[in-house]
């Protein structure tokens, strides 16, 4: 929030540099055209200082042109009208002042590039809507456990992939952007509350969810699905309630060296998932019929 405000400070300081320095220029030129120029001369120093010279330095630059100036145009003999003296004494200073402010506002948004390593890996790793972690922490964690199932010949390990995508999300975001993130918020929450501590939940992106689950018998990944598959049918898009496809995969020692790659996984998951979408259409016509 704090960020946000410096930023709308900056473009408001930018803003007001701006209009105030046509708004001189063209009333000094009511005046005289020696006038007017000068006007844009004290402009043109006052940015160049306000951006060049360290802020110290400026506020002591102030005070003796300000000092110098009053003494040449208030005491003494100079034809020019009293607002034209005012504007003259007062334009470098003001200029000065509000480009010290603007550039205070960018030399402290240097926390972006000084930090930028960081938001990056956190972009990388946290999606920001569902707050769960992302496609790149899946892929890595998940070749690990291949590897891992892989190598250890005398050790029985065996790991379920579960996808779910949400259907019709890609058309729903397209008219409603903020109840489709929402949408994602809920899906997550419902994830985060019913499955088990030890599953690792991620967010592919494309209203995608993965969970990796080790080690668990059929007849509790079924139980697990089948109850996160009603909190999910609960949720209700426009009155009516939301759709999903989903795939599972167990893989063991039988079948590891065909999915040591996640591209492979993820592949056959999709397909899982759309043939999961025609069954259930196929079930729903056998029941309607």
Not at 11 to 27: D, E, F, G, K, T
Not at 171 to 181: A, D, M, S, V
Not at 216 to 231: A, G, I, P, Y
């Amino acid at each position: 929030m704090l960020r946000r405000h410096s930023i709308l400070f900056f473009q408001l300081a930018i803003l007001l540099v701006i209009i105030a320095s046509l708004v001189l220029i063209v009333w000094s030129s009511l005046y005289q055209t020696n006038m007017m120029i000068a006007i844009a001369i004290m402009i043109v120093l006052g940015v160049l200082v306000g951006m060049m010279v360290p802020s110290i330095l400026i506020g002591w630059l102030i005070i003796a042109l300000t000092t110098l100036g009053s003494a040449i145009l208030l005491l003494g003999y100079v034809v020019v009208a009293a607002p034209i003296k005012l504007a003259l004494l007062f334009t470098f200073p003001v200029i000065a002042s509000v480009t010290l402010v603007a550039r205070e506002m960018i030399t402290g948004w240097g926390w972006l590039d000084k930090n930028r390593s960081e938001i990056q890996s956190y972009a990388a790793h946290y999606d920001p809507v569902t707050k769960l972690l992302t496609r790149y922490n899946a892929v890595k964690l998940y070749e690990k456990c291949m590897v891992y199932i892989h190598d250890r010949e005398e050790v029985n390990l065996w790991t379920n992939i579960t996808a779910i995508h949400w259907t019709h999300s890609t058309q729903f975001q397209q008219f409603h952007e903020q109840e489709y993130n929402q949408m994602l918020q809920e899906i997550a929450r419902v994830l985060k509350v019913d499955r088990l501590p030890s599953e690792m939940l991620y967010y592919l992106g494309n209203a995608t969810f993965m969970i990796i689950s080790h080690e668990l018998s059929d007849k509790v990944l079924k139980q697990l699905n089948d109850q996160t598959k009603n909190l999910l049918g609960a949720i209700e898009i426009n009155g009516a309630p939301a759709q999903y496809k989903w795939g599972t995969q167990k893989i063991d020692r039988k079948n590891v060296e065909h999915f040591m790659n996640f591209e492979k996984i993820d592949r056959h998951l999709q397909r899982e998932m759309e043939t999961d979408i025609v069954t259930e259409y196929l079930k729903g016509n056998m029941i309607d019929g």
